[in-house]
């Protein structure tokens, strides 16, 4: 049972493999012929296998930056990461966790099929992420085997369908159609990021693609070249205050310093291009292959994809949002610092995955004032949801970890403060309330304007 598990979690965390299975299903629902489902699905599986390179190569690239921003300024605290504390709590609670993600899909696509919220989350690996925090606060909050795996289904089926949802209105913004949806459990901070961007709505014409350069730095309008250029800076300024010493013997393996920070900057930017690449792969073919999924098993479906499907529409927005939320990440631990509290140190991958989009979808509302601001404030909601979160994790609220994006903090403050209050019976009243309102048919005008 515990391998078959074991497999099943295997499978259902690989977007590659989830996503090119329901491109097949798509296919195969629109009767297409041997070939056209074969390109279809293979080449769904590889661009997604394109994706994960690239993001896997970004970092690589980052995650030095993160270790010689802590020597270089002397700060110590609790470095949100979600592979590092789903490491950690699958030890323990494995198994729950295999069987609330497969049942929580199951809930989403149910979801779907009988309410107007028509959003497939596919971004498998955020899913996996999501259960093992769902199996550990519904253990602390005192369910047991079966119930405690229908309330973390149910509740992860919720927010695997609410989570694009509410970003839906600002994702038609920025591609002109209302074809897909963004999968990421950062979506309270994206959609306050784009409301930020909203107070800036006369500066929207100034969009981070039209930054007008000098002649002379022309070259700059190239997103690779800019982006190469200043996280290669950025990592030369750290690694001066670093020190050579720090960096050589602990992070380079005796290269160089200076040249360690030149080519982990030039990874990050190979990261990004190759992320790029393989989006624009994966669009081409999981668009058409889901019209098999929205015509005949779930009508007017959209595919919630992993986020960095949005980056193509703004690859400037993309590095002035990751700045953007990591300066946020300072001013709010500088806060933490004064205040007292638990100190969340700036991740340096949190912040660049979610400040991006907080970017791209803040320059959608508000153009560069709109990315800048928005963006900063993503920084300040991942920094601040964090301390909240740490004392509903029972004793993994004590490891030097914890859950970074912003859904996570917003749904497990929710359901643990109701099971620290009121206990189990809160929680369950909580689902029931929250499904009854999904299942309410509203009339034609609310519901065009849903799927508008």
């Not at 259960?131 to 550990?136: G, K, L, P």
């Not at 004590?398 to 620290?420: C, Y």
């Amino acid at each position: 049972m515990n391998k078959f598990l074991s497999v099943l979690v295997d499978i259902l965390s690989q977007p590659a493999i989830l996503v090119a299975a329901i491109a097949l299903i798509g296919l195969l629902a629109q009767k297409k012929n041997l070939s056209e489902i074969m390109k279809g699905a293979i080449k769904t599986f590889v661009g997604f296998i394109v994706i994960a390179s690239g993001a896997g190569i970004l970092e690589q690239g980052l995650s030095p930056f993160g270790a010689m921003f802590q020597e270089a300024f002397h700060v110590s605290g609790v470095v949100p990461n979600n592979e590092a504390i789903v490491a950690l709590a699958l030890n323990e609670y494995g198994t729950n966790t295999a069987l609330i993600m497969f049942f929580g899909m199951i809930v989403n696509v149910l979801i779907a099929r009988f309410t107007r919220y028509k959003y497939i989350f596919l971004t498998g690996h955020h899913t996996l992420y999501l259960a093992c925090m769902f199996a550990v606060i519904m253990a602390v909050a005192g369910f047991d085997t079966i119930p405690l795996i229908v309330a973390g289904a149910v509740a992860l089926g919720i927010v695997m369908t609410l989570s694009p949802a509410i970003l839906q209105p600002f994702m038609r913004q920025l591609t002109g159609n209302d074809n897909v949806a963004l999968g990421h459990f950062s979506a309270v901070g994206y959609a306050i990021s784009g409301l930020t961007g909203k107070l800036f709505k006369n500066s929207r014409e100034q969009s981070t693609e039209n930054i007008n350069f000098p002649k002379g730095l022309g070259f700059l309008r190239d997103s690779t070249v800019s982006i190469a250029l200043t996280m290669i800076v950025m990592y030369v300024i750290v690694a001066f205050f670093a020190g050579s010493t720090f960096i050589e013997t602990e992070l380079s393996d005796g290269t160089n310093y200076l040249v360690f920070s030149l080519m982990k900057g030039g990874s990050f930017a190979a990261g990004v291009f190759i992320i790029l690449s393989g989006v624009r792969l994966v669009l081409a073919e999981i668009i058409p292959a889901f019209k098999g999924i929205s015509t005949k098993i779930v009508p007017n479906a959209k595919p919630a994809l992993d986020v960095p499907i949005i980056y193509t529409y703004a690859p400037n927005a993309v590095l002035i949002g990751f700045f953007s939320s990591f300066i946020g990440g300072i001013f709010s631990m500088a806060i933490m610092f004064v205040a007292g509290t638990t100190i969340i140190l700036p991740g340096v991958v949190p912040h660049f995955f979610t400040g991006a989009a907080a970017g791209v979808l803040g320059n959608t509302t508000g153009g560069i004032k709109g990315a800048v601001a928005g963006s900063f404030v993503n920084g300040i909601i991942i920094s601040f949801l964090p301390v909240f979160l740490l004392p509903v994790l029972g004793e993994l609220g004590f490891a030097n970890t914890t859950f970074s994006d912003a859904d996570f903090g917003v749904s497990g403050i929710f359901f643990g403060s109701l099971a620290n209050y009121a206990g189990p019976i809160a929680i369950v009243i909580s689902l029931i309330v929250i499904l009854g309102i999904m299942l309410i048919p509203f009339g034609k005008k609310k519901e065009s304007t849903e799927n508008a």
